[in-house]
């Protein structure tokens, strides 16, 4: 029932964030058009607009991963489902309101809000296409398809192209280089000297991503 009550206000408040952004003002009027309580409008979106954008960024990824699953990829080499992926989430959102949310998070104290949506995007896109390594492997390919999703964006904002072509070709341009990257990355991983480098960098990432008992807690000794 809250989700629903959630959906609702989101819904609503579509038609107002070309005007007010995503703003307590968006809110306001969203919640009265839709009919929903103050109150409970404050504990859908306790900090106002901004959880008002994320609620729509993740009404999108959900939108993504739908199509996804309906979308036959097996064809395709693993690059193209990449940008394939990147391409179906920018076809189901609305350009003026993720204007409007790139507005919003560019602010200082809305950034990393905006920077762990990015992240959930090629988190949920890389879980999606079937990627199940742990390793250091886990943060580079987030982290970089992250930066190639976060500048495609930038470039499908201002893209007047016929069915945004231009930004699709952007697109593979930037994926291109990162395969690119890649196989330099492969070749680093064959040479002995290369391994030892990468293998730093590695071990303090998995430190990162492990769970932390209270054994090992900052302070904490075994005794």
């Avoid at 002995?192 to 807690?217: C, F």
Wanted: charge should be neutral; include cysteine.
């Amino acid at each position: 029932m809250t989700e629903d009550t959630k959906d609702r206000v989101l819904d609503a408040a579509l038609v107002h964030v070309p005007f007010d952004g995503w703003s307590d003002r968006t809110l306001k009027a969203a919640l009265a058009d839709a009919g929903v309580a103050a109150g409970l409008g404050k504990a859908l979106f306790p900090r106002g607009g901004v959880d008002l954008a994320l609620a729509y960024h993740a009404c999108g990824d959900a939108e993504m991963l739908a199509t996804l699953a309906e979308t036959d990829l097996a064809a395709l080499r693993f690059r193209d489902r990449i940008a394939k992926a990147v391409q179906i989430r920018l076809q189901l959102a609305d350009q003026e309101l993720v204007r409007r949310g790139s507005t919003l998070f560019s602010l200082p104290q809305h950034a990393g809000d905006g920077a762990k949506a990015v992240w959930g995007t090629a988190d949920k896109i890389w879980t999606a296409l079937g990627d199940t390594s742990t390793d250091v492997n886990w943060y580079t390919k987030r982290a970089t398809l992250s930066a190639v999703y976060g500048a495609t964006v930038l470039y499908w904002l201002g893209d007047t192209s016929p069915g945004h072509q231009a930004t699709w070709e952007f697109l593979d341009r930037r994926i291109d280089g990162v395969m690119q990257f890649e196989k330099l990355k492969a070749a680093v991983r064959e040479n002995p000297l290369g391994k030892a480098i990468l293998a730093g960098p590695g071990k303090v990432l998995e430190t990162l991503r492990a769970p932390r008992s209270p054994d090992n807690l900052p302070g904490r000794t075994k005794g």
